[in-house]
């Protein structure tokens, strides 16, 4: 069976210090994989999705980026963070676009 | 782009039914998700449609329809574990992402 991993599960940073939050699927290949950020009781919004190894599309101007090195792994990035970034952070992955998509259990992220 | 409208918030007894309406307006629509998410965990998938109709999956079903950008979630027999937020998430055919709704929390009371 498929099992997606994202981590870590919180994290604190100060403003303008660098990110990496990785995300791995297992038991699939080729998955289409996904990026979305929640902010406190809001809805989830799309930051980054990706159909296969190097391919990223970008939904939101913002100052992260994703990066996929290899087939069932995820990253995403940012150079310096804002105030602004912080919420939670979901991982997911689909087999096809219209398939349904299984989420990791997210990372907390909060910007001092 | 693409509107996704539900109700904020539902408050509803233990073994009673609720309803959560999902209204949406898009271009080459593809398909409609409901999940479900408790507070401060990942979302869950609960249902899918694609056509019109009433999908049923235990306690909790699904309508759509795809002429009036509408569709349903139905709970039935409420427990209490059910307390948490129901996100509709809407689906184009031209593309590869899930529009989100902002979700409905439903508080089941005792």
């Known amino acids: 069976s498929q099992t997606i991993h994202q981590w870590p599960a919180t994290l604190v940073q100060p403003v303008g210090s660098p990110l990496s939050l990785e995300c791995t699927v297992e038991?699939?290949?080729?998955?289409?994989l996904y990026w979305y950020r929640q902010a406190a009781g809001r809805g989830l919004q799309l930051l980054f999705y990706?159909?296969?190894?190097?391919?990223i599309s970008s939904e939101v101007p913002q100052n992260l980026s994703a990066s996929r090195p290899q087939d069932r792994q995820f990253i995403l990035s940012s150079k310096k963070l804002l105030l602004s970034d912080s919420g939670f952070y979901l991982c997911?992955?689909?087999?096809?676009?219209?398939?349904?998509?299984?989420f990791g259990d997210g990372t907390r992220l909060s910007i001092l | 782009g693409q509107n996704i409208d539900q109700p904020t918030e539902m408050t509803a007894t233990e073994g009673a039914i609720v309803q959560i309406n999902c209204t949406y307006q898009?271009?080459?629509?593809?398909?409609l998700f409901w999940y479900q998410q408790h507070a401060g965990e990942a979302p869950t998938f609960l249902s899918y449609?694609?056509?019109?109709g009433l999908e049923e999956k235990g306690r909790f079903s699904s309508f759509l329809s795809r002429s009036k950008g509408y569709s349903y979630l139905l709970l039935k027999e409420l427990q209490m574990k059910d307390s948490a937020s129901y996100l509709c998430?809407?689906?184009?055919?031209?593309?590869?992402?899930?529009?989100f709704g902002g979700g409905t929390r439903v508080l089941v009371k005792p």
């Open positions: 449609n694609v056509l019109d």
């Open positions: 997911a992955w689909s087999e096809y676009s219209n398939q349904p998509q299984h």
């Open positions: 998430a809407v689906i184009k055919a031209a593309g590869n992402k899930l529009t």
């Open positions: 038991g699939t290949s080729n998955p289409n």
């Open positions: 990706s159909v296969g190894i190097g391919q």
């Open positions: 898009t271009s080459g629509f593809n398909g």
